[in-house]
């Protein structure tokens, strides 16, 4: 199966809301494999704290990225990084509407969701958590980079299920048709084969 140019995204927050950005990574994917050689981090000092509760989940704190660049510094990165790709990530519309947040100029070809595709795909599963996704699939992350929650393991653990999940499809349609969320670019459009509404 031929992929369209691809990148696994994660993002991670201050715990603030609206989320400031703290972390981003993307990693390039395709039908071979991942390519965690061309993979790409950033690590962004926010403009507000990093919460008690986001510390919690990811370990990083103020401290960590008081000598970091600002968004401001980085957003032309990662946009040049992302391009008009299509992205993948687990509860993809937390990334897609974080990203384009922070870079409104930027919409990518279309969004994969592991978590919508696992749903498809395997139904009838007791969670379909990323950490309970990676246990059923038994997905090795030995080579996976930091650790769980930061934000380039957590790409790469979404890009191993997508990995998984994608063998069951034979063709990029199929496979887009199970993976993209309803209202998310790259949905499939829907049937226009039928009767032409009126208003009555």
Not at 173 to 199: C, F, H, I, M, Y
Request: charged fraction near 20%; charge should be negative; proline fraction near 10%.
């Amino acid at each position: 199966m031929d992929w369209p140019k691809l990148y696994v995204v994660d993002v991670e927050g201050n715990g603030a809301r609206p989320p400031d950005l703290v972390e981003v990574a993307t990693l390039p994917a395709d039908a071979t494999g991942l390519h965690a050689d061309s993979a790409r981090e950033w690590l962004i000092r926010p403009p507000r704290p990093v919460t008690w509760h986001a510390t919690r989940v990811h370990g990083l704190t103020a401290e960590d990225l008081s000598d970091c660049p600002p968004w401001e510094e980085v957003a032309d990165q990662v946009q040049d990084v992302l391009g008009g790709a299509w992205i993948c990530a687990h509860n993809a519309h937390v990334e897609h509407r974080v990203l384009t947040a922070h870079l409104p100029q930027w919409q990518p070809a279309g969004v994969l969701d592991t978590l919508r595709l696992a749903k498809t795909t395997r139904p009838g599963l007791p969670s379909y958590s990323l950490d309970a996704l990676i246990e059923h699939f038994q997905l090795d992350l030995s080579a996976a980079p930091r650790q769980r929650h930061r934000a380039l393991y957590d790409a790469f653990a979404a890009g191993r299920l997508l990995l998984a999940l994608a063998a069951d499809y034979e063709t990029w349609p199929a496979l887009a048709a199970a993976a993209v969320p309803p209202g998310l670019p790259g949905a499939p459009n829907p049937d226009t084969d039928t009767e032409e509404p009126t208003l009555w």
